[in-house]
């Protein structure tokens, strides 16, 4: 098993382009979550998953868009990227209730000039 | 407003001596505490957790108390290795909100031979 892999590992972007993060599990977990992770502020849920097709805001939504159209796959977008969400960004996944541990991916670090 | 606090940055110890991590949650609906380690570029692996209906959950060298009236837990590492040294952040899960997860900021620990 791979776990929980992140495409791609780095990327830089300029301010206004767009991109998509790409989050894939093979363990057929229900859960799915994004992160992202900024110096002295721990790490911070944007949008999750509880199953295929649903999606639902996290703590710093704003920005960003996920689907959810497979059940393996959890897509990060940013429409039109700004120097604010410069950051590591991480996916996780848990597949035996909430209570469970989430397995992380290795993350994507992303600078927006 | 940061429910999940972890006031120390950093702690330094000795190896072979007890490292002790601290901290503080705000919300008492939190029902459900995690601890992740995460080393630098690799995502956060999970370490231990503690329910609320619990005051203490040990697993090996590691050892969760929770303090439910004073809305304080703490990991206990002893003895400590080098190879403990990561950052630990703490997290807590509030019933029936898909799993989400509110970290704290995070402590390094570095553990000197």
């Not at chain 2, 004073?70 to 590492?77: D, E, M, Q, V, Y």
Request: proline fraction near 5%.
């Amino acid at each position: 098993n791979a776990g929980v892999t992140q495409t791609p590992k780095f990327r830089v972007l300029k301010t206004g382009q767009s991109m998509t993060l790409l989050c894939a599990q093979d363990m057929n977990h229900e859960y799915m979550y994004w992160y992202r992770q900024d110096p002295g502020m721990g790490l911070r849920l944007i949008h999750y998953s509880v199953g295929e097709g649903t999606t639902a805001k996290g703590e710093v939504p704003d920005g960003y868009n996920v689907s959810r159209l497979k059940k393996q796959n959890f897509l990060l977008g940013l429409e039109s990227a700004a120097p604010s969400q410069t950051s590591v960004y991480f996916c996780a996944s848990n597949g035996n209730g909430p209570y469970n541990e989430q397995f992380f991916g290795p993350g994507t670090r992303l600078t927006v000039l | 407003d940061q429910q999940v606090k972890q006031n120390s940055p950093s702690l330094s110890v000795q190896e072979g001596r007890i490292s002790i991590l601290n901290c503080d949650y705000t919300n008492s609906m939190f029902d459900y505490f995690l601890w992740y380690k995460k080393y630098p570029a690799e995502g956060p692996t999970f370490l231990i957790s503690i329910s609320s209906i619990k005051d203490k959950n040990e697993d090996g060298r590691f050892t969760v108390f929770l303090n439910k009236s004073a809305k304080h837990l703490s990991l206990h590492i002893v003895p400590s290795q080098p190879g403990d040294s990561a950052v630990y952040f703490c997290a807590s899960i509030l019933y029936n909100q898909g799993g989400k997860l509110i970290f704290g900021q995070g402590t390094e620990l570095s553990v000197k031979p």
